[in-house]
């Protein structure tokens, strides 16, 4: 349901092809996906509206890339991409401490919204981040257990939990205040219970609290998942409350966090931080050009670069890279390159970071123990039968896979997806891409990362495609290596009858043992149409 | 009182204030054309109804040109129609057996726990002895908060420890329904984003547990979607089916100006019915499901999103 904006794109720029201006007439078509793949990521409608007719102006007017090698579609990407950037912005935006006195932050939001959870995880980050001394205030008298549950995590951080049976929420907060400047506590986090913005009597309380703790901080917790009805909560909230910040919940979930955008809008407040997980670490830094990417369903190309950089050794990337479409390919390759990439982190985030798979991986089973699973078959072999895959006959496979606790026709899979690997290798490279390492290749390798094919490299626009620089180089090569070993490089240009599924995580052939959950079906035939019209697509290229 | 009479009261400080969007619609006499459709069709998004919103109106559009609307009220009519025949019959948990194990699962912060107060208390009511599983071991407090609600609702719970395995509670909870006889089990579980993995495994183990100390069982899969949730809900519903069997659907939340029109999606995709909608914090306040006040609802407060900004 949710292709993405890159799949929907993907029509109505077919529409620049060959031109080199956008116009008032061309341009139509373009917006209209961009507005329909808004609404489907939950962006409110009106917001969606104006956003809509914010590209159009800046697509056509001053804010153009005024350069005349730009096409039509680049520019068009390039508008949405930096308007959506900008309207989500700034990004340094922090919290706001007291200069004498205790710092207050006002926690609020719906029920469910994880306000409690956030409460916790904002203590840990300003303890470790920043060496506060912050106080707990549980305010929720409305949710059974809502206190002990502070109390628990208050445990956990070791952290005091201030709170007294009978009280009011507002005077209640305010006597945590107290007790803060008493115990000479630097912070006070203030959690109130979860309310409706319809709920007078309780927006009213609210409104007590801040009237009572005068709150440095007033911050409304919303869950990313939240649709159309996230531009009136945070309305009634910034009515009432006067926000200073949003902090996004459930992050680490696949929804697209339309609602990051109608609250930006909405209120024009910044959005401080994201949640993004189970434990009480996690808890990150907004990023404008990572929420961008993953509402348009980009994924998020700079995050993973910055991770790659930091973690890739660069001259072993461009090595690999090159090895890749040089054709000398073999496992021991793969298995390096296996590894390169595990040192980035867990496989999901990794991948929920390139572009386009955000979508694709909603409903892969993304299972680490599986990596681990191929890299003990690889390292079964002899490093001589890693260099020449072709030696391995039937017994050196038995005795691989009883090597490595697992079936012969693990690895059977194994080396069927090496061979797939291989052949495409030398697809690409006929395809030119390594034949030079400019602009060009660059672009197609990383557009190679995506299964969603070629568009993504269109994607950043030319500012994106600056900053990705040399990294984008090394890690297309590895990551279009790992997306089809583990599963994911459904993309165009694989040979016929390689199965990247063979490996893919939970998909699991042959009685590999592998965790096993049913996926959805998917539409074979539906496939098979979208890889013969991305072939179609690049060969006009 | 209806359940749309409680939901429009509710909804009503909002629809008193910025009156009725479908009526706004045709002010001052307005006559129905395309672009007024065209505009309906983003009120039926700011319903969180997704892409069945450029479908319905599609469908009007085709009906407007064959000379079949009209007015104002041929429009809702018509709509309303459709939105009832999309979300097809309406239907609570009925009991089949004895104990009827019902498994409540959703994301978290969905409203779970509440729910199943909501249930004890609803099936408290027609006389059914109730026990309550506490399976949700991972979030602080969180059998503390359901033991409150079992102590109000007149239910029985078991309990562990925090951290405790969430199967074998589930299991103890089965079993001693099983000994001692009661007529409903209430199994609440942690909240947990479909995409997890490692959570929705341990799920589905819940379920084999419980299927394994009791043929047939659990009778009923309840997921519990927020009625605020917009598109991602269809997500959700898909991939906890896909995990547990999920059999129906609980909304909470909807006392709010959001709707959960992404049920229709998820009806029309999955072929999920919707038994239960939930309208406030308190134990009373949990509805059976009615498709045609569900979409008057929708439709009365389509319009409040017009006029919100």
Avoid at chain 1, 62 to 67: E, S, T, V
Avoid at chain 1, 193 to 217: C, F, Q, S, W, Y
Avoid at chain 2, 164 to 181: L, M, Q, Y
Wanted: charged share 25%; with cysteine.
């Amino acid at each position: 349901m949710l292709d993405g904006l890159t799949a929907k794109l993907g029509g109505a720029l077919g529409l620049f092809k060959g031109q080199r201006e956008l116009t008032d007439a061309n341009i139509e078509e373009g917006l209209a996906a961009v507005r329909q793949a808004l609404l489907e990521a939950d962006v409110h409608f009106k917001v969606a509206r104006d956003f809509v007719e914010s590209v159009r102006t800046r697509a056509l007017g001053a804010g153009r890339i005024q350069d005349k090698s730009v096409s039509a579609s680049d520019q068009f990407v390039h508008a949405v991409h930096r308007e959506l950037v900008e309207l989500m912005g700034p990004e340094d935006a922090k919290l706001v401490f007291a200069s004498n006195g205790p710092t207050v932050i006002l926690m609020a939001g719906l029920q469910g919204a994880g306000k409690t959870t956030t409460c916790a995880k904002l203590a840990k980050h300003l303890v470790t981040k920043l060496g506060k001394r912050p106080l707990l205030v549980a305010a929720d008298i409305k949710r059974p257990a809502a206190v002990e549950q502070l109390r628990v995590l208050g445990r956990q951080l070791d952290l005091p939990v201030y709170h007294e049976d009978g009280l009011e929420p507002p005077v209640l907060c305010e006597r945590g205040l107290k007790e803060a400047i008493r115990t000479g506590r630097d912070v006070v986090i203030l959690d109130t219970a979860g309310r409706l913005h319809v709920d007078d009597e309780l927006m009213e309380e609210l409104a007590a609290i801040a009237k009572r703790t005068k709150p440095h901080n007033q911050v409304l917790v919303v869950d990313a998942m939240t649709g159309q009805d996230a531009v009136r909560s945070a309305e009634s909230f910034h009515r009432k409350l006067a926000l200073t910040g949003v902090v996004l919940t459930k992050l680490d979930g696949d929804a697209r966090g339309g609602a990051a955008l109608s609250l930006k809008a909405v209120t024009g407040r910044p959005i401080l931080f994201a949640g993004v997980g189970e434990k009480i670490d996690d808890l990150d830094a907004f990023s404008a050009e990572r929420m961008a990417g993953r509402i348009l369903g980009m994924g998020d190309v700079v995050g993973l670069v910055e991770t790659a950089q930091a973690k890739i050794d660069e001259g072993e990337a461009q090595a690999q890279f090159e090895k890749m479409v040089m054709g000398t390919f073999t496992i021991e390759d793969m298995l390096a390159q296996l590894r390169m990439i595990q040192n980035l982190g867990p496989m999901k985030k990794v991948l929920g970071m390139m572009p386009g798979m955000g979508d694709a991986l909603k409903n892969v089973d993304m299972d680490d123990k599986h990596i681990k699973r191929i890299e003990a078959l690889c390292t079964s072999m002899t490093v001589k039968e890693r260099l020449q895959p072709d030696l391995l006959d039937m017994s050196r496979r038995r005795r691989i896979a009883r090597g490595a606790g697992q079936d012969v026709a693990d690895v059977n899979a194994l080396l069927k997806s090496y061979k797939g690997m291989k052949q495409m290798m030398k697809q690409m490279n006929k395809m030119g891409l390594g034949a030079a390492m400019g602009g060009k290749a660059k672009r197609q390798a990383l557009a190679g990362m995506s299964p969603t094919g070629e568009l993504s490299g269109d994607f950043g626009g030319p500012g994106l495609m600056g900053r990705l620089g040399g990294a984008a180089k090394g890690l297309g090569g590895a990551a279009k290596g790992l997306g089809s070993l583990v599963g994911l490089g459904g993309g165009g240009g694989l040979p016929e009858g390689f199965d990247p599924s063979m490996l893919g995580g939970g998909g699991g052939a042959g009685g590999s043992g592998g965790a096993r959950r049913p996926q959805p079906a998917r539409d074979k035939s539906k496939e098979k149409a979208k890889r013969k019209q991305k072939q179609k697509n690049r060969k006009k290229r | 009182m209806g359940l749309f009479d409680r939901l429009k009261q509710r909804l009503g400080k909002t629809r008193s204030a910025i009156g009725d969007g479908l009526s706004a619609l045709f002010r001052g006499g307005r006559p129905m054309d395309e672009q007024l459709l065209d505009e309906l069709e983003e009120m039926l998004y700011g319903s969180d109804l997704g892409p069945l919103a450029t479908d319905l109106v599609d469908d009007l559009k085709r009906r407007f040109k064959r000379g079949e609307l009209k007015t104002e009220d041929d429009l809702r009519a018509t709509l309303r129609e459709r939105l009832v025949g999309e979300l097809g019959e309406a239907g609570e948990i009925t009991l089949t057996a004895k104990p009827h194990v019902v498994l409540v699962v959703g994301v978290n912060g969905s409203g779970k726990t509440t729910t199943i107060a909501k249930l004890a208390r609803r099936f408290r009511e027609q006389g059914h002895s109730v026990l309550i599983g506490a399976c949700d071991t991972f979030r602080a407090a969180a059998a503390d908060q359901l033991e409150v609600w079992a102590e109000r609702t007149g239910a029985a719970i078991v309990r562990k420890t925090e951290g405790a395995d969430p199967a074998a509670v589930a299991f103890d909870t089965v079993d001693r329904a099983a000994r001692e006889n009661f007529d409903v089990v209430l199994v609440d579980t942690a909240g947990r984003l479909h995409t997890q993995t490692n959570l929705m495994a341990e799920l589905e183990k819940i379920r084999r547990v419980i299927a394994k100390r009791l043929d047939g069982a659990p009778h009923s899969v309840l997921l519990v979607l927020d009625g605020t949730n917009g598109q991602n809900a269809i997500a959700q519903a898909k991939l906890f089916t896909a995990s547990v069997e999920v059999t129906g659907l609980a909304v909470t939340k909807l006392d709010g100006t959001a709707r959960g029109g992404a049920v229709f999606a998820i009806r029309r995709e999955i072929g999920l019915p919707v038994q239960y909608i939930g309208t406030g914090e308190r134990a009373e306040l949990l509805e059976a499901f009615e498709p045609g006040a569900f979409a008057d609802a929708i439709l009365s407060s389509a319009g409040s999103s017009e006029t919100a900004r």
